[in-house]
């Protein structure tokens, strides 16, 4: 026989795996992104204090596509790779070039964008050239392409890292370095928002943005190429690098 309290019992089990069922279906899974969010137009911090730009776009549409909610993680961009491989975040979209070496650590998605390396310097600069750099102190951001590929170029002795594009670009004003080697977007963010800065014509390299995505979660990197393709197919991610970088 059923007592009172066995009925009571089984009452609360019910509204239990009610409640888990109806939380369950209200909340979606969350697909935490890391960035570092100091680079116009890819990504940056608005009056608001939301990460905006580009990857942030490109990142919810995917995870909209997904059914996931969109996390976003701000942390130095040297910090990014391990972040992902070691899963605290599902991946990366940073202006993220593709290189060898990462790839040994990370697995890159399709690629959604290119960048390419320029150099800024002030107006009346000497410097005309790449030609013109040997000897020259150069303002990076830690750990970009443009750290690692001059440093091996022109000798970790001419090289000045900062934690950020922003940071190089105010050393380059206050005259602390030559020039600043950085991703041409930013570049020219930086120039438009700082008097007396120029970018050079000669282009340093040009490479491939991509998502980074932990070496074991193979399925997560399936799942976010489909969503890219189709956000490709459908024009949305012309739509949306459209909306921050114009036409020139
Ligand atoms: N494309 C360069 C690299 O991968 C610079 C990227 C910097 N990105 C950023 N969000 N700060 O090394």
Redesign the pocket.
Known sequence: MLTMKKILALVMVAVLALAMVACGSAEKDVLTMG?????PP??FVDENNNVVGIDAEIAAAVAEKLGMELEIKDMA?DSLITAVSTGSVDVAL????VTPERAESVNFSDSYAT?IQVVIVTEDSAIASIEDLDGKKIGV?T????DIYCAGDYGEENIARYD??ALAVAALQNGQVDCVVI?NEPAKAFVEANEGLKILDTEYIT?N?AAAIAKENTELLEKFNKALAELKAEGKLDEIIGKYIKAE
């Open positions: 960035t570092n969010a100091a680079f890819y990504e961009f940073a202006g993220m070039t960048g951001q750990g970009t392409t443009g950020n594009g991703d490479e943005y």
